[in-house]
């Protein structure tokens, strides 16, 4: 599997434990497959480092946008990763999850308007290596520096995401 992941270096050996505990699938290192998606989120002069991942012998968890991927970020950012995996892979939660899941701890929302809410949008791939038996077999092929931002792209992106995410919220609560 090809992986790609943007940074402001360039990342020969990954730490696993350096990201937040608290992020959409725990602590790791996160990349994705998808190779447009780095290069548009991607800021200028950033450096999209290059990955081939051996999935041979690992214990991959694939997670799909529904209600057990939900449960498990929701999880997560309450520091209660569940999942016991060297390699998850998945949907990467909206912009909005950190406001829609504080929604949700303040009692505002309940768990199925916030489901909703996580719900729309494009679908982007994340896929996290959380264990020293998935780093290894993780080998860093090359990288390149992004030099160019495509701004239009990006504002259109998250302009339409804001329409959806406001339209639906304003029908749910």
Do not use: C
């Not at 725990?26 to 480092?49: C, K, L, P």
């Not at 939900?70 to 892979?89: C, G, M, Q, S």
């Amino acid at each position: 599997m090809i992986l790609y992941h943007t940074s402001t270096i360039e990342i020969r050996d990954p730490d696993i434990y350096r990201g937040r505990k608290n992020a959409d699938f725990g602590q790791g290192f996160y990349m994705t497959s998808d190779y447009e998606f780095t290069h548009r989120w991607a800021g200028r002069d950033a450096i999209v480092n290059k990955y081939e991942l051996n999935e041979t012998g690992l214990n991959i968890q694939h997670l799909e946008r529904n209600i057990e991927w939900f449960e498990y970020i929701f999880n997560n950012r309450h520091l209660k990763d569940e999942i016991k995996a060297d390699v998850i892979t998945g949907p990467i939660a909206n912009d909005t999850i950190f406001d829609t899941m504080g929604i949700l701890s303040s009692g505002f929302i309940k768990h199925e308007i916030a489901m909703q809410l996580l719900m729309i949008g494009p679908e982007y791939t994340q896929v996290v290596i959380k264990t020293e038996k998935a780093k290894a077999n993780l080998k860093w092929i090359g990288s390149e520096k992004k030099t160019e931002l495509d701004e239009a792209v990006l504002k259109a992106e998250k302009d339409a995401f804001a329409a959806e995410f406001a339209a639906l919220f304003q029908k749910l609560v």
